[in-house]
């Protein structure tokens, strides 16, 4: 289980984390809505992962609704942890953009690198609780095939 929370963990953070850079790159970054694309690649993380958990599980029977959405939730942390961690490095770094962020958002000076990674990390969470529940339902119905 650890494994396959890892390796779609890092995938969903490697995406994150080059979506983000595309985006800053191509000087978007400062357009906050195109953060629901995080949505399908976390969605899509997710998915990999609970899908090659129940495939997994198939023969011992060890799948249900339960561990299929704690598999898409540690997946998440790793990914959303690991996004989250890098956010405080880049706007550490990156001041300006801080500002930028600052002046757009409601919370103002009260905005730091720390405090906007914490919302970025229970955003993310919040996606993953939703999203793995309903993952895991619809692959209950449709059951795994065995190796």
Do not use: C, W
């Amino acid at each position: 289980m650890k494994k396959i929370a890892l390796k779609y963990g890092l995938m969903m953070f490697a995406g994150f984390t080059a979506f983000f850079l595309m985006m800053h790159f191509l000087n978007l970054s400062h357009q906050y809505y195109l953060r629901l694309f995080n949505g399908p690649i976390q969605i899509a993380a997710i998915t990999f992962a609970i899908r090659e958990f129940q495939q997994n599980s198939a023969q011992g029977g060890g799948f249900n609704y339960i561990s299929g959405v704690a598999m898409g939730m540690f997946a998440s942390i790793v990914g959303v942890l690991g996004f989250a961690l890098f956010q405080i490095i880049f706007l550490s770094l990156n001041p300006e953009f801080l500002e930028h962020l600052q002046k757009a958002s409601m919370f103002g000076d009260y905005l730091t690198p720390f405090t906007a990674s914490l919302i970025i990390f229970m955003e993310g969470i919040a996606v993953s609780i939703i999203s793995s529940y309903l993952i895991t339902r619809i692959l209950e119905i449709r059951p795994a095939k065995a190796k």
